[in-house]
């Protein structure tokens, strides 16, 4: 379902220019895609933290890398949740991914 905006990611070497496009990307879909509003306003949030966090800024491959394992967790967990079709499973996953991203603003 969202595995179009990690192959962005992915397909521009996780650099920030490629998490802003995914992020640009996914709030670009929310009007077309409204029952996955939600879902994509944390991807999009997700992606643009890590823009605002590393844009004009060195970026170490290691946070890069760990970075792209982080948000690849985050854009599964929403798939699985929302192919279940359980309301509860749906809510469930969507509430994870916004307690991991609101734990990465924290830290």
């Given at each position: 379902m969202f595995s179009d905006l990690l192959k962005i990611v992915v397909d521009g070497g996780y650099a920030v220019r490629a998490y802003?496009?995914?992020?640009?990307?996914?709030r670009s879909r929310i009007p077309s895609e409204p029952q996955n509003a939600a879902a994509l306003l944390l991807i999009s949030y997700a992606a643009q933290r890590f823009v605002d966090a590393y844009d004009d800024q060195p970026l170490p491959v290691d946070e890069a890398n760990?970075?792209?394992?982080?948000?690849?967790?985050?854009?599964?967990?929403?798939?699985e949740s929302l192919a279940s079709g359980d309301p509860e499973k749906e809510l469930s996953g969507l509430n994870s991914v916004a307690a991991r991203i609101?734990?990465?603003?924290?830290a």
């Open positions: 802003e496009d995914c992020a640009r990307r996914a760990d970075e792209l394992t982080r948000f690849s967790s985050m854009l599964g967990t929403l798939d609101f734990e990465a603003v924290s």
